[in-house]
């Protein structure tokens, strides 16, 4: 995590911005809650992203070497690449393979056993998912941007 220019992030339309205010700080975390942010209601991936729905969303990221306080305001920034790449592993990912396995079991078996399995099939792909939860925390990385 770095700290990042206001003014650097001001123009960038390749980055996605949400507002929030630190309400937990331990020795290896920082815990942001996140508010309503303005800029969710333009994104196009908003119905697949859990961030717009509700305010009472928090996000722990790992310690910056910069120093913060309770209840400051800073931004958390993410690359929309990345952003866009999350909603692929959360949700166009699992559907696809989901599709591909009801296409598959259904020329095998009869049809409720091929939709079972299929939606079955989501259940290991999840806990892989959950296995490489640190491998995908360093993938998307998120970066704090204090207020001036």
């Not at 815990?31 to 303005?38: A, C, D, P, Q, R």
């Not at 910069?66 to 790449?85: A, C, H, I, M, P």
């Not at 078996?109 to 296995?131: D, H, I, N, R, T």
Request: hydrophobic share 45%.
């Amino acid at each position: 995590m770095t700290q990042l220019d206001l003014d650097s992030y001001k123009t960038k339309k390749d980055t996605i911005k949400h507002e929030g205010i630190i309400s937990k700080i331990s020795k290896n975390t920082i815990t942001i809650s996140l508010k309503g942010n303005v800029n969710c209601e333009g994104c196009k991936a908003q119905s697949a992203c859990g961030v717009s729905d509700s305010n009472d969303k928090e996000i722990e990221i790992e310690n910056p070497t910069q120093s913060f306080q309770l209840n400051e305001t800073v931004d958390l920034v993410l690359n929309r690449e990345l952003g866009l790449k999350a909603v692929f592993w959360a949700y166009v990912f699992p559907f696809i393979l989901m599709f591909l396995v009801l296409i598959l079991t259904s020329l095998f078996l009869k049809e409720w056993l091929a939709g079972l399995v299929s939606l079955f099939v989501l259940v290991p792909y999840y806990f892989m998912l959950f296995v490489l939860k640190d491998t995908f925390k360093k993938a998307f990385q998120l970066s704090i941007l204090k207020f001036n």
